[in-house]
């Protein structure tokens, strides 16, 4: 059976082993969108030879994204925190903890460490404590506002080792954390900090995307999640884009416009997300190990 040009473009990526360098593959990529929509451009971030990645975060500016990489060296293996520029350049070392996230000006990382709250710059140290023993999950997923006002964070399960679990904002003014639901998770702040998009068991049913509203305590629910693991972030127009098992939906929790559908050709996603002016959108498919970024969609 003949290969697909996209199965032909990753074998000889892949043939080239190319040692901690990234290697970019423009190209025109068509998906299946619902009505008359672009045609969107996807680029090919290949990962380094022999590693894998995951959990791509833009920084505020959408130049750069820091991610997640993992080589399968020995009997575990080395998971390392990687930051690169989205043009393929500057490829280095983060020197942070899996869970960091950029701060609001994209100058620091932030990051929690035996559940305090930590930060450092991104092009060097020194570390600095920002709040202590306030129960930061280790391996939850967290975001921050864009005015840095706060950040939200969130993990499923329950712990007695004092970490919170359920939906937690912790207030950088005065340094105190609140929690806003005992059982969300996986949560993503909105653009204008105000909602938080997040996932929630629908006991004894299906998990549940939601998008509650901080100052009201309003609490919607938005579709049924596909499981537990249901990668999303925001549009600056206020949709959600989910990832679904063939492509992304981007949906309007307010309900006013029409849910849109892209079908990707060539794998399921695992993970995604937007750059803050919804310009790019990066993410990676089931079973590979390279990223992707769509422009134009």
């Known amino acids: 059976m003949a290969l697909s040009t996209f199965e032909l473009v990753r074998s000889w990526l892949t043939s080239l082993r190319l040692p901690r360098v990234l290697a970019m593959l423009p190209m025109a990529f068509l998906l299946a969108a619902c009505g008359d929509e672009p045609e969107p451009v996807r680029t090919v971030l290949a990962a380094t030879a022999g590693e894998s990645w995951s959990s791509p975060r833009f920084s505020p500016d959408g130049s750069r994204i820091l991610f997640s990489s993992f080589a399968p060296i020995g009997d575990t293996g080395v998971n390392n925190v990687q930051r690169v520029n989205v043009d393929g350049t500057d490829l280095q070392e983060a020197h942070v903890p899996h869970a960091a996230i950029w701060s609001a000006d ?177 993410y990676g498919l089931t079973g590979q190990d390279d990223f992707y970024l769509l422009t134009g969609f």
């Open 106 to 282: 994209g100058t620091r990382f932030i990051y929690p460490r035996w559940g305090s709250l930590h930060s450092r710059p991104v092009d060097g140290l020194p570390e600095v404590l920002e709040a202590e023993d306030i129960g930061f999950p280790s391996d939850g997923r967290m975001d921050v506002s864009p005015d840095n006002q706060w950040i939200v964070f969130g993990m499923a399960g329950t712990s007695s080792s004092g970490e919170r679990r359920g939906l937690n904002l912790f207030d950088w003014t005065t340094r105190e954390v609140r929690t806003l639901r005992e059982d969300g998770f996986s949560p993503v702040l909105s653009p204008d900090g105000q909602r938080v998009a997040y996932l929630v068991r629908v006991a004894p049913g299906p998990f549940e995307v939601r998008v509650l509203t901080i100052s009201t305590g309003e609490d919607l629910p938005v579709m049924r999640a596909i499981h537990n693991h249901q990668p999303m972030a925001w549009m600056p127009d206020g949709r959600l884009v989910v990832v679904t098992k063939d492509g992304f939906t981007f949906v309007d929790p307010s309900g006013v416009t029409p849910q849109r559908n892209l079908v990707l050709e060539g794998g399921a996603p695992r993970e995604l997300d937007v750059s803050q002016d919804g310009k790019k959108l990066v």
